[in-house]
């Protein structure tokens, strides 16, 4: 049942990707300019020019047409290649991506050892000063912008103090040192991981405060069972489910890039590469981040529902 269920919702993602893909593709082919509004203000571009390009890109014919052979290539491996840079945008994303799941794999991880044991000690002594002061931070984490908190940052830590370096993968013109690439990741993990952090303590905290009330939880309390195994091994369990849920909704946008952290800090990764695409549109680029995020988006919310049941055995594939 359960490879079936996988299947089943494996082969409902096409049309949804489908729809996803043709709604971005036209969107883009809407837009004053199009493909081509980079070459309009080039003064050696003539309109002739223009015309000519149009033709051999194919944009003069209607855009499902457009659409079907863009797709066709896509299948094939064929991303298209960027107008800015001439080189083929599975490789502009290859270049991007292991820097972007470095930053906000490291950001997930940190945010995931703050947030559990912060939310479950938050729920379980709920209105102590512990809690007073979780909710305090996790409002003011929430509250505040990353450009806002990330530029606080950089004016603490790198122009007054001068501890860490304010932006960049490494030193410009040293050799690669792991401690010099650890320094340059502090701000970006700091500035993403508790923005995240504090929004996952809201969720963990809220759904525990609904679990430990539960009957089944009294009947453990009953029973004799100590209160580390009553919490982590049976309320835990079904008041993760919230969390793994918006976890796996982040999950696509992490890969995107953290778009903010990546421009504030210059960090050569997907959500830079984005703002870049958009701001030159290079549509090549855009669509192909943006049907690749699609994919992710729909692929993590089946992983969702497979953990949904391995966390409440009450959850079934059928």
């Known amino acids: 049942m359960k490879y079936t269920f996988i299947l089943r919702r494996l082969l409902s993602l096409i049309p949804v990707l489908l729809i996803i893909t043709f709604a971005t593709f036209a969107l883009m082919q809407l837009l004053p300019g199009g493909p081509l509004a980079a070459y309009e203000n080039n003064p050696e571009i003539s309109q002739k020019d223009i015309e000519r390009l149009r033709h051999e890109m194919g944009l003069d014919r209607p855009i499902h047409v457009q659409y079907l052979a863009w797709l066709t290539n896509f299948v094939q491996g064929d991303w298209g290649y960027s107008f800015?840079?001439?080189?083929?945008?599975?490789i502009e994303i290859r270049d991007r991506l292991p820097n972007t799941l470095l930053l906000t794999g490291i950001s997930l991880i940190a945010a995931l050892l703050i947030a559990i044991p912060a939310g479950i000690i938050s729920a379980t002594r709920q209105y102590s000063v512990?809690?007073?002061?979780?909710?305090?931070?996790?409002?003011?984490?929430?509250?505040?912008?990353v450009f806002y908190s990330g530029l606080l940052l950089i004016i603490v830590f790198s122009i007054w103090l001068r501890w860490l370096p304010s932006g960049g993968m490494h030193t410009l013109g040293k050799e690669f040192?792991?401690?010099d690439s650890l320094r340059h990741l502090c701000l970006p993990v700091l500035s993403l991981s508790t923005l995240i952090a504090a929004k996952y303590v809201r969720f963990l905290r809220t759904s525990m405060l609904e679990v430990i009330h539960l009957d089944y939880i009294?009947?453990?309390?009953a029973k004799g069972l100590s209160e580390r195994v009553i919490i982590y091994k049976h309320a835990f369990r079904n008041a993760a489910i919230p969390l793994v849920t918006v976890v796996a909704i982040d999950l696509p946008v992490l890969f995107a890039g953290a778009l903010f952290t990546e421009t504030i800090y210059s960090w050569p990764g997907m959500g830079r590469l984005f703002v870049d695409a958009a701001t030159r549109f290079d549509y090549s680029?855009?669509?192909g981040i943006v049907a690749a995020i699609a994919f992710l988006v729909v692929v993590s919310n089946l992983l969702a529902d497979v953990v949904y049941a391995i966390l409440d055995p009450r959850i079934t594939y059928s």
């Open 84 to 90: 800015t840079t001439k080189r083929p945008v599975l």
């Open 130 to 145: 512990f809690d007073h002061i979780t909710t305090t931070l996790t409002y003011i984490g929430r509250s505040m912008p």
């Open 177 to 179: 040192s792991l401690i």
């Open 218 to 221: 009294r009947t453990a309390a």
């Open 285 to 287: 680029v855009v669509m």
